[in-house]
T-cell receptor
Framework: TQLLEQSPQFLSIQEGENLTVYCNSS?????LQWYRQEPGEGPVLLVT?????EVKKLKRLTFQFGDARKDSSLHITAAQPGDTGLYLC????????????FGTGTQLKVEL | GAVVSQHPSWVICKSGTSVKIECRSL??????MFWYRQFPKQSLMLMAT?????????EQGVEKDKFLINHASLTLSTLTVTSAHPEDSSFYIC???????????FGDGTRLSIL
């Protein structure tokens, strides 16, 4: 059972466009992380959010944790080809022993 | 710089061979290590959790006798895929965590191809 559903699954956009990726669950998470993964490499941590309603910004990326800590979103402003990659959300459940449950993933392609 | 080194990065071998993958912590002592498997165009699926000095805890559906995990020190964990078959071909990724609320640091993965 996949606890974290991401949408969209695939996204192909032009350089300069904005986009939002969603990560939804029926479970409550003590913390949620976003990663970006490129082919043949391990995931690289972008951000960790822990407080319901929290918003964090990383240059052109804005991350939000839902008030109930069940969902999150990633918004990219003025996307660039370098943003291309697989975006993964991952959550830790309280009492889960620091195990991460990964989302289904969103494959983003930004074209010139 | 990298905090987790995974080796080898790519393995191609014949069916029936056992393959060992190493995961080393470069910058810190990792009390907990995680092993994941990722099939093409899919997300990461946790295989097992290991704590230094104790047996690994395997996720449901993962055969512990097939995927042997050893975490004998705070800087090294190994995953051995025993008698590998083509269906074991996948991208295997390890991660290490220093404990508490520290984030997980991921290795660069090992591409395993069984012919």
């Amino acid at each position: 059972t996949q606890l974290l559903e991401q949408s969209p699954q695939f996204l192909s956009i032009q350089e300069g466009e904005n986009l939002t990726v969603y990560c939804n669950s029926s479970s409550v998470f003590s913390s949620l992380q976003w990663y970006r993964q490129e082919p043949g490499e391990g995931p690289v941590l972008l951000v960790t959010v822990v407080t319901g309603g929290e918003v964090k910004k990383l240059k052109r990326l804005t991350f939000q944790f839902g008030d109930a800590r069940k969902d999150s979103s990633l918004h990219i402003t003025a996307a660039q080809p370098g943003d291309t990659g697989l975006y993964l959300c991952a959550g830790s459940i309280t009492g889960g022993g620091n195990k991460l449950t990964f989302g289904t993933g969103t494959q983003l392609k930004v074209e010139l | 710089g990298a905090v987790v080194s995974q080796h080898p990065s790519w393995v191609i071998c014949k069916s029936g061979t056992s393959v060992k993958i190493e995961c080393r912590s470069l910058d810190f002592q990792a009390t907990t290590m995680f092993w994941y498997r990722q099939f093409p165009k899919q997300s990461l699926m946790l295989m097992a959790t290991s704590n230094e000095g104790s047996k690994a805890t395997y996720e449901q559906g993962v055969e512990k006798d097939k995927f042997l995990i050893n975490h004998a020190s705070l800087t090294l964990s190994t995953l051995t895929v025993t008698s590998a078959h083509p269906e074991d071909s996948s991208f295997y990724i390890c991660s290490q965590q220093g404990g508490g609320n520290q984030p997980q640091h991921f290795g660069d993965g090992t591409r395993l191809s069984i012919l």
